[in-house]
């Protein structure tokens, strides 16, 4: 009898294999795989291909020039080689360093993502593998075994849009069981972006839980926005239909944001029990968020007492189109004679907004305003973000 | 001045746009494209391909014969035509009716995605695109600009399993502003799926929304579980590092997951404002989650008013292995003379399990025991799932 059910047991199992199998192919061969003197092997299966090549920020970069505009920092590619049933495979020559990483194949010229990696993100409309290699400062990216805070798709009514949009909200662990108030730090995400974004490709949940959980940082309720106001949600989200992500978005950095933010407090203050006053709210961004992070600072000196500007998207964008971004000197006085706790600015020293940032913190000695300057390596890169976002969140709320 | 702002957030634009095409390759062609007749276009770029194919569920399916296991609907597949820039298409020669897609492209052989297209959804290990048609019963499907529920990612600990678990949970549009209490169902996965399958293949969040905001539903609070005790999450959200999906997981079907049951609805009664009795309480799932609805049911009588069971996988695995299976007729009697609401039953009739649910549903009815059987066409896929709960959801709590 046992063995009838065993038997049908591997039928079902059978069946979904082979179906899988058959219609849309499992995976084939194993691949990334962190080796364990640290060097990573890819593979890719393709008898009939010609050249197969790997890029990724996983490869040291190589330098383009693009002409009138200058010289940037890309992934390199390398190529891998054919063996056996047509698995081509490449293997780093050095131990690949602890990081959150994204690649793709370039088969015969045609980038592809790594089927046999199930570990896919979107980054605006790219689609890339994504290899997690533990260890290091990028162990706070990973899934750890601790309390590990909520994380909700939440949808609030914009008076200023006129329609419904999302947020991803962040409750520290512990916030179901307990009655206690919290402070709430609010994560603005860069062009193209939306409110999954810092989630996804910023491992922010992972970040906010192994810090909190580490001591390193005050349990505190995370606030992820959409700062598209012409849209509802994440593209795929929308009851628009299904649309393209783009960097080329309406109503992204004339104002329209940083106006409509005090409805974003007023939703998070009386929907989630947080401490609803200056000393308890901080907010930072990524690129256009760091710009929009600047604003909001500037035009509510009596909202944030922590603000972190990341790769802000200062200097390069038309601020005479809303009153928001006027009497910039002005605003900065008043914010600054206000006594912010914080106003942390992070830079790589390739990036192309490095020039606007460092002369906006020259601005600020000149002044003799007080903050913080982090330079790293590096450009407009995520890697960065990650740990700028690290840096900043364990001097919140102290 | 305006003009130099105006060129520098082109630059920023611009480079973004320009690192996207170098780094990772941005949409190049539109793919899919749903044409105004209805038909679907789909186009994938690659000028050195010898032969691009198209396969999934939105094309005519095609059977084949497994030896000694008989015969399957599996999804057929098309050749693409190149033309212009390498750039090869396929229309459908007819309009293709509205449902929840995923398909392929098969290039030389190759499995690849649509990488025009950024909606792309893990079932299992399997990477699929996807194609939404609007309209018909697939509306159910679409984000529509009606009032949504939150989806919270949850995280409990699990005296059975000994480590935290996740779940999703679904609090219907207003839960946040009301005091009131709202009935619970719980829906469970197929083996190999998770706490996110329903919410991503099964499009349940969109379901609820639509069949509340209509009026069709009563709001309620839904609960996706992870049917695989031995995990603490979906593959990729555990910290167990990166471990590719598979159905050959332990601890599925031999009892632990049915005995750790009331953990996970004394979890939810106490976190969320639940009606906390047998009246408003259901369960459902596919699969294997109908296996786990059907014993959740007959294991505790007085857990669920309403058992919906869709393509249940019954009869099929060792039921010898545990007490939760053991005195079938015994439970099943008892459990009908206390009179619950709703036994639902649904099954394909192309499903390698539907001779499974007709013996069953035929030993309901010569014990004259009530149930609501629904047969429909086709197989073992979730194309029948989300109609299997989009009928059984307005069934409850009425």
Redesign the interface.
């Known amino acids: 009898?046992?063995k009838i059910?065993?038997i049908?047991?591997s039928?079902?199992?059978?069946?979904?294999?082979?179906?899988?199998q058959?219609?849309?192919?499992?995976?084939q061969v194993v691949s990334p795989q962190i080796n364990e003197d640290g060097t990573v092997t890819f593979r890719y299966?393709?008898?009939?291909?010609?050249k197969v090549q790997l890029?990724g920020d996983c490869l040291p970069s190589q330098k383009?020039e693009?002409p009138g505009?200058g010289t940037?920092d890309?992934?390199g590619s390398v190529d891998l080689k054919e063996g056996p049933n047509g698995i081509w495979e490449y293997t780093t020559p050095q131990p690949v360093a602890p990081e959150f990483y994204?690649y793709?194949f370039i088969?015969?010229?045609?980038?592809?993502?790594d089927?046999?990696n199930?570990?896919?993100n979107?980054?605006?409309?790219?689609?890339?593998s994504v290899l997690?290699v533990?260890g290091g400062h990028a162990d706070l990216y990973?899934?750890?075994?601790v309390?590990?805070g909520?994380?909700?798709?939440?949808?609030y009514y914009s008076q200023k849009a006129g329609?419904?949009r999302?947020l991803s909200v962040y409750t520290p662990?512990g916030y179901?069981?307990g009655k206690g108030k919290y402070p709430v730090l609010y994560v603005l995400h860069g062009?193209?972006g939306d409110e999954n974004a810092w989630l996804e490709q910023g491992r922010a949940a992972q970040i906010l839980d192994n810090l909190i959980a580490e001591g390193k940082a005050v349990p505190m309720i995370v606030v992820f926005t959409n700062g598209n106001i012409s849209q509802?949600?994440a593209?795929?989200?929308?009851?628009t239909?299904?649309t393209?992500?783009t960097?080329?978005l309406p109503q992204t950095?004339e104002g329209s944001f940083e106006t409509s933010f005090p409805e974003i407090v007023k939703f998070i203050d009386s929907?989630y029990r947080t401490i609803a006053k200056k000393q308890s709210r901080a907010v930072c961004g990524l690129s256009m968020g760091g710009f929009h992070t600047l604003y909001l600072s500037l035009n509510y000196p009596d909202l944030f007492n922590y603000s972190g500007m990341f790769s802000a998207?200062i200097?390069?964008?038309?601020?005479?189109i809303s009153p928001i971004y006027q009497n910039f000197d002005t605003k900065l006085a008043t914010y600054f004679s206000k006594k912010p706790a914080l106003l942390w600015i992070g830079c790589g020293n390739t990036d192309?907004?490095y020039k606007a940032n460092i002369e906006f913190t020259k601005k600020l000695s000149e002044n003799n305003f007080p903050y913080t300057y982090v330079e790293t390596e590096g450009g407009?890169i995520w890697k960065n973000w990650r740990v700028y976002l690290s840096e900043f969140v364990p001097l919140l709320f102290k």
């Open positions: 009898m046992k059910f065993t049908a047991a039928l079902l199992i059978g069946v979904t294999a082979f179906a899988q058959a219609l849309w192919g499992g995976p299966q393709n008898p009939k291909a010609v890029t383009i693009v505009f940037f890309v992934p994204n793709n088969v015969d010229g045609q980038k592809e993502l089927l046999n199930v570990f896919v979107r980054d605006i409309a790219n689609l890339t997690l533990p990973t899934v750890k075994n309390p590990h909520a994380i909700t798709k939440q949808w329609f419904n999302r662990a179901e069981e062009i193209g509802e949600a593209p795929l989200e929308t009851s239909g299904y393209i992500p960097t080329a950095m929907h998207a200097g390069v964008s038309d601020t005479s192309f907004l407009h």
